[in-house]
Each structure stands twice: as structure tokens, then as C-alpha cells.
């Protein structure tokens, strides 16, 4: 059984920062790529940011600059740093990751519960 946990979504005023967290915990022999995802109201879930088990990352343009994705592997934990939010930032954050289960011959793709943020004066 594997398992992404996220935390650190909230409400923030515009221009404010947050920092989600996930980790990933059960049997787990590997993780590849991890990344966050968001979703909005009436909107397709959309990548924001991933990065590689050997630490390339990749960003949405309209979070370039803004938001930085970092990952701990001896803690099987993925950040999602974001400075400067804007309302449109606004949306129920994922948390998506490429793990290969102990036992298993091939990685799956397993997603965190989301996580609300809200960027609101």
C-alpha cells in the first residue's frame, strides 16, 4: 500500500507565500518523477510543477518565476515553494507521483487528496 499525504494549502492574501509538503509513505521500493497538479472550479487539472528523481524540474508558464519545486528523496518528500500567489493561483492543489511498489515490476501513478489553496484579499 502506497500513500502521497499533502499538507501546507490555506488561505493567503495576494502577493503572499505558501508551502505545501508531500510525502510519500507504505511499500515503497522507488519513486520517479513527482509533481503538483491543481484544479479549479469548472477547469481541467492542470501541472504546475515536476521534477525528477535526479532532480530536473519542469514549470507551468504562468508559475515561472514564482513557484519552486524541491524534493527530499531520503524523505520520499516533494515541496511545492510559492511566493508572489495571485488569485487566479486559487485551486485544490495534487500531489502526483511515479512509484514503483516493493514487489511490483512496474511504477504506478498514485495522487495525493488535494489540498485547498485560496489566494484572497
Known amino acids: 500500500q502506497v500513500q502521497l499525504m499533502e499538507s501546507g494549502g490555506g488561505l493567503v492574501q495576494p502577493g503572499g507565500s505558501l508551502r505545501l509538503d508531500c510525502a510519500a509513505s507504505g511499500s515503497i521500493a522507488s519513486i520517479n518523477a513527482m509533481g503538483w497538479y491543481r484544479q479549479a472550479p469548472g477547469k481541467q487539472r492542470d501541472l504546475v510543477a515536476s521534477?525528477?528523481?535526479?532532480?530536473?524540474?519542469n514549470y507551468a508558464d504562468s508559475v515561472k518565476g514564482r513557484f519552486t519545486i524541491s524534493r527530499d528523496n531520503g524523505k520520499n518528500t516533494v515541496y511545492l515553494q510559492m511566493n508572489s500567489l495571485k488569485p487566479e493561483d486559487t485551486a485544490v492543489y495534487y500531489c502526483?507521483?511515479?512509484?514503483?511498489?516493493?514487489?511490483?515490476?512496474?511504477?504506478?501513478?498514485?495522487w495525493g487528496q488535494g489540498t485547498q489553496v485560496t489566494v484572497s484579499s
Open positions: 502526483n507521483a511515479i512509484i514503483l511498489q516493493k514487489g511490483y515490476w512496474l511504477a504506478r501513478n498514485y
Open positions: 521534477i525528477t528523481s535526479g532532480g530536473t524540474t
